[in-house]
């Protein structure tokens, strides 16, 4: 019995090294047959491997974003080939790796003259062909505007900051009579909540925590192979981005059914401005209410970072502890309250660096680029990773959560290494939104509760940023 264990474990491990060099030799043949290939037009390829067919270097990314050493993939790769620009192939892709955070602000600056907008196919296929990031030139530049608009600092003055704080004190009265509540999930349903009261005019309901069910199927299919079996996460995002789309579409139904009942959303001024096909308005509204949701994730993210650093935490109880004093209790905020809270704006900053929401960006090359030596040939796809600029020693100790660096590294001495919501033509229309949620959350959270962790959580990455246990916490009203 032992020695047909033995015999097992040494079978099985043979069969592993066996695998695993022929796939270290497949790589270095693609690897060399991708560069010869491209030495005679070109110039000289970045160096690299494309992996395995398929799935190329999928699984060994997928362990890295998964540690508690997400830049692991980075750096064996930096070590082997002496280049933090390398090539790989993810998502189901062959692409341009670029951990150079000088590079891959560039490829940002240059949207639309070298580079543009070019998502892996999964990714495309959620978005849709009208997704504001899918889409090119006039149309891009037309869409991104409504976008602008619709979250003009105005707006965000007045109406969001009224919203927001109404809304999360009523979601924060019903987590004080549940006690007990996964902080993770919890977050996710109030942003859709506003999302959709601001895009279609829903209120929180069934309807919308469908939604939120929804669209969990949604974010893991974006980052998927694009493998479409029944029952695969790519198959079943597709499934879910079509019931979303039969609801807008019978959203828009009813309305024109309806002409009487007026509403003040985004999709009637959508409907109103007359030159926007269905599918556009369908797709440009999806992805908005995707793309929203995104600051959700920093909430539990920051509530964790904060419950393990407990100086942070006093500086930030202090902080909205004495805004409270001064109004006199829950009353509501104005844009001056918000802009006093310092050092929350660096907690913000440090839980943005650390949560990586955004891995990283998807250009296409429109012509031949030139760097550090090499060639990144027309049509190529470059991955900027910047999940790596953030995690950089240009920050110390880059994995410990640590706000007082923002306090000392006034300015750009982060540039450009610190671009969470990206740069250039696609800047993240809802920069300021995410700020002010975040903020607007700390302070309604921390002067209404304390509160203890109830599991060991851990960051992940993949499929998109989460802490694994969803952030159980109990709260306890505060006097
Ligand atoms: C902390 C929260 C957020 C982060 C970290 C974030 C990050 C980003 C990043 C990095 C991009 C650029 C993608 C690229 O260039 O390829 C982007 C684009 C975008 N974001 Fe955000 N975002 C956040 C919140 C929001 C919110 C609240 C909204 C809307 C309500 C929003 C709407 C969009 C849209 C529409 C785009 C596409 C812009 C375009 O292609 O023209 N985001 N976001
Ligand atoms: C989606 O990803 C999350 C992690 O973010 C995971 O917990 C969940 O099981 C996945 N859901 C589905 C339906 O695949
Ligand atoms: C936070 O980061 C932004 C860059 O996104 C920077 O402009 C700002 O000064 C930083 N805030 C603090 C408090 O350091």
Redo the contacts with the bound molecule.
Sequence with gaps: MADQITLMVVAFTAAVVLVHLIYRAWGNIQGRRERNKVDTNHGRLPPGSTGWPLVGETLSYYLSMTSNHPTKFIEERERRYKSDIFISHLYGEKMVVSADAHFNKFV?QN?GRLFR?K?PKAMNIMIGKY???T?HGDL?RK??GI?VN??RSERLKVDFMEEIQTLVHSTLDRWAEKKEIFLFKECHQM?INL?AK?LLDLSSSKETSEIRKLFIDFGNASVALPIKIPGSTYFNGIKSRELLIKKILETMEERRQHPEVAHHDLLARLMEEGTLSEEVICDFIL??LF????????MPFAIKFLSDCPKALQQMKEEHDAILKVKGGHHKLNWDDYTSMKFTQCVINET?RL?N??AG???EALEDTKVKGYVIPKGWVIFAF?TANHLDKKFDAPLKFDPWRWQQNQDSSYDPFY?????????????N???L??ALFFHIFITRFRWETLANDKISYLPLPHLTKGLPIRLHPRE
């Design positions: 940002l949207e907008a998502y997704g504001l990031l889409v891009h869409l991104h976008a619709l979250l942003i999302m601001q992805f908005l793309a929203g949701q995104t600051s959700f994730r920093a943005l949560s929401l955004a960006f998807f250009r910047t671009i969470p919501f990206g740069a250039g033509a696609r800047l993240c229309p809802g920069y939104l995410a700020k949620e975040l």
